[in-house]
Nanobody, 126 residues
Framework: VQLQASGGGLVQAGGSLRLSCAAS????????VGWFRQAPGKEREFVAA???????????YYQNSVKGRFTISRDNAKNTVYLQMNSLKPEDTAVYSC?????????????????WGQGTLVTVSS
């Protein structure tokens, strides 16, 4: 599966951005998709993920620091996953990348996905 992230930009603290992750190449609905970020001088970290199964339906999982501010969603008809980011803080500044794998949302928070797209830069000014 091929992934392409977009939607980054410069925003003031307290503002909002919506990132998009467009997928192609495989049956998109079979894959969980996660967002990860890497700030300058720091290691990459998990942000949020979404997956679907017949048993549990749609499942989402978030890093604690973004809960209540970020919302991940998917539109299988458009093969796209979104990350709505509200109440942005300067510490949210990073390159955000989307990734996919046949894992649950929670599993993606601890096991690096196999398929990665290029990142998009989010800069939050104070």
């Amino acid at each position: 599966v091929q992934l392409q992230a977009s939607g980054g930009g410069l925003v003031q603290a307290g503002g909002s951005l919506r990132l998009s992750c467009a997928a192609s190449g495989r049956t998109f609905s079979d894959y969980g998709v996660g967002w990860f970020r890497q700030a300058p001088g720091k290691e990459r970290e998990f942000v949020a993920a979404i997956s679907w199964s017949i048993r549990f339906g749609t499942t989402t999982y978030y890093q604690n620091s973004v809960k209540g501010r970020f919302t991940i969603s998917r539109d299988n008809a458009k093969n796209t996953v979104y990350l709505q980011m509200n109440s942005l803080k300067p510490e949210d500044t990073a390159v955000y990348s989307c990734a996919a794998d046949t894992r649950t949302a929670q599993a993606m928070s601890v096991n690096a996905p196999r398929y990665w797209g290029q990142g998009t830069l989010v800069t939050v000014s104070s």
